[in-house]
């Protein structure tokens, strides 16, 4: 929409399009920039005032909004479908599963266990546990939102407990299951009835509602939304906003995020 030439300055809606929806954008991620205009700090909004958030036409997008649904939904089969678009797949560890890490001779490495499966790396002790995630067992449910703990985008359960994987070393895991979204229908129905297309309660909540625009947060959302049902199987909506508000949404789904909990409490309650 084109301003008119008379306009002031400070009166004129400034749309900022992400690298990755620009027709020429590359491939790979685009370097983090804190001064953007997209990561200004009154840009966020909050789940404790919905209305605070101001909307960004590009990533209501035609291709955004296409994927938003897959993001909930799809994590069940997420690292087959990412196998099966790589030309060469990397060669399977002892455990059973894929590690991109280079070997070093005489080293034990750390095993963990995702999503009910042993996994052994050999990355550094430190590394954060988002990385393992993506990068060696190409689960793609956790994204890298800020690397610093503050979006929850990366959120994953561990021991039934939400925590933030991109800051979580690996060596700070230790015995206790990891949970990503991709697996989270397996962690309440069962592998077998996963596989044949069951999804968590909050996932199918989660597609009635109409939830995700962009969907790229949606993932921790839910994953924060199912530590809350563990401890607290009906909350007040009150409840529901305090529990999601470390979580950043800048799509201002809030409203839907707090009906969808509220259907999933009622379903999971039928169980």
Not at 8 to 18: D, K, L, N
Not at 91 to 97: D, I, N, V
Not at 221 to 229: E, K, N, R, T
């Amino acid at each position: 929409m084109n301003n008119s030439a008379g306009a002031p300055a400070h009166s004129r809606e400034r749309t900022v399009v992400p690298d990755y929806l620009s027709p020429g954008a590359a491939s790979n991620d685009t370097e983090f920039d804190p001064g953007s205009a997209v990561d200004q700090e009154s840009d966020r909004g909050s789940i404790l005032d919905p209305e605070s958030f101001t909307r960004r036409g590009a990533l209501s997008a035609a291709a955004v909004l296409a994927g938003a649904t897959v993001a909930v939904a799809g994590g069940v089969d997420a690292s087959e479908a990412f196998a099966k678009t790589t030309k060469k797949k990397p060669a399977p560890t002892k455990s059973g599963t894929t590690n991109t890490a280079t070997t070093k001779p005489g080293s034990k490495g750390i095993t963990i266990t995702v999503n009910g499966k042993p996994h052994t790396s050999y990355a550094k002790p430190d590394t954060p546990l988002l990385y393992i995630l993506r990068n060696e067992l190409h689960l793609r449910g956790a994204k890298f939102g800020c690397g610093l703990s503050e979006c929850g985008a990366c959120a994953v359960l561990l021991n039934g407990q939400q925590i933030r994987s991109c800051i979580w070393p690996l060596n700070k895991v230790g015995f206790k299951p990891v949970v990503t979204l991709d697996g989270l229908a397996a962690s309440y129905w069962g592998a077998k009835k996963a596989k044949a297309g069951a999804l968590h309660p909050l996932q199918k909540a989660w597609i009635e509602q109409q939830v995700p625009q962009c969907g790229y947060c949606q993932s921790g959302m839910i994953i924060q939304a199912a530590d809350l049902l563990a401890k607290k199987p009906h909350p007040t909506t009150a409840e529901i906003r305090t529990a999601m508000n470390g979580h950043l949404c800048r799509c201002g789904t809030y409203n839907g995020i707090i009906a969808a909990i509220h259907s999933a409490a009622k379903e999971m309650h039928k169980k």
